[in-house]
């Protein structure tokens, strides 16, 4: 009688630690905890099926956050016979000009994009804008979907131009990112 109220109880803890707890606790931490309790001077034994465990780590796997809706600023947006080489101009330009910054060349049928760093609010997209327009005034913000490891590496400082870093003095830190 009282194994079967410790196994309903196991049970109960397992089911809810796994609905409640998951993103709190790894699957480790759940079998640890149940582990170390004392019910009544019992202690409890926690086998699992690799199962199991493989279901719990694919559903934690699909719910991890890998991107986050935000802003980027579209300098260059063509669908010409030339598109595909004035972007990879305009990108190896932009590259030069701003090396902190990070630049994305994307084709969205029918057109060639280029779009530009990774603002998560559209304040920050604007205040970007607003920096480039002298060099790229056709420039305008869009939604983008921005991946979380480019926004791990890229810079949150003010956009400069390279040529204004060498007779300022100032040379930060540069950080080059991947391009999709």
Known sequence: MIMRKIAVIIVMLMTSALYVGVEAQSIDEVIDGLAQRNIDGVHVRVLEDASAREAVEAVEAQRRI???SGF???IFSDNGQYAGDNAQMVLKEFEEAFPHINAYLVYESPYFKISVGDCLSMEEAQMLMAQLVGKYPKAFPKREDIKLD???GA????VVPRDTLSTSGVIPQVTKMSKI
């Not at 810079?155 to 003010?158: H, M, S, Y």
């Open 72 to 74: 980027r600023v579209v």
């Open 66 to 68: 890998t991107q986050v």
């Open 155 to 158: 810079r949150r400082q003010g």
């Open 150 to 152: 480019d926004l791990r």
